[in-house]
């Protein structure tokens, strides 16, 4: 009896760090590529890049991230005058894991409105 629930014990233990090992990565990268795009609309806000710029930077960092998003997914957005308005980005994408027996999508959706306080 005693044998079982060692045996058990160490069933339930691997199937934990194994899907830790398969879902914590997605979820690291998304709140890197999320803190990213946070970054990017409080720096733009207050200068004149075009919204194609933008979209090229954060385009870029989820490449970095091996994140699965193509350039049109990510949406810039510029409202008001420049240092003056607001600035939204917006994204969605689906990382796909397969687990054994349970495949799973995992929809993300990293976005941000940063706001000039003038």
Do not use: W
Not at 20 to 38: C, H, R, T
């Amino acid at each position: 009896m005693g044998s079982i629930k060692m045996v058990v014990g160490i069933f339930v233990i691997v199937a934990c760090v194994y899907l830790g090992a398969e879902l914590i990565p997605p979820y690291m990268s998304n709140y890197q590529f999320e803190d990213a795009v946070k970054t990017e609309a409080m720096i733009n806000t207050y200068n004149t890049r075009p919204e194609s710029d933008i979209r090229d930077e954060v385009f870029k960092k989820a490449q970095d991230l091996e994140i699965p998003v193509t350039r049109e997914q990510i949406k810039v957005h510029r409202m008001g005058a420049v240092g003056q308005g607001s600035l939204i980005i917006e994204t969605q994408y689906v990382v796909h894991v397969d687990l054994p027996g349970y495949p799973l999508d995992l929809q993300f959706d990293p976005s941000t409105r940063n706001k000039s306080p003038f």
